[in-house]
Nanobody, 126 residues
């Protein structure tokens, strides 16, 4: 049974940092791209970052480039999203997701992803 479980969310002040974790099970993570998505109230879900096995060509949405870093530990079946310099507009429900990948690059399109976690709240507020 495929599962993705997010952890590490919470409340943080503007300028602060959080690290989200996505623990996967039920599939061989080596062969899957893992992405992070977020959805703020009243807005559509958007792709934030994604990574393939080698993590050589991660992708980021422009609004987080330079502040967020995606990494993965295939031995622990876990993907991380390090978020620095958090802003109030980063407040959202964050999801990790996965799809079987055949190329070295991942995509941030929602429709590509087959498996999703339940999401975890990140709130940036003073």
């Amino acid at each position: 049974q495929v599962q993705l479980v997010e952890s590490g969310g919470g409340l943080v002040q503007p300028g602060g940092s959080l690290r989200l974790s996505c623990e996967t099970s039920g599939f061989t993570m080596d062969y899957y791209a893992i992405g992070w998505f977020r959805q703020a109230p009243g807005k559509e879900r958007e792709g934030v970052a994604c990574s393939t096995r080698e993590n050589t060509s991660p992708k980021y949405v422009d609004s987080v480039n330079g502040r967020f870093t995606i990494s993965r530990d295939n031995t622990k079946n876990t993907v991380y999203l390090q978020m620095n310099g958090l802003k109030p507009e980063d407040t959202a429900l964050y999801y990790c997701a996965a799809y079987r990948v055949f190329f070295s690059q991942c995509v941030l399109g929602i429709s590509a992803y087959d498996y999703w976690g339940q999401g975890i709240q990140v709130t940036v507020s003073s």
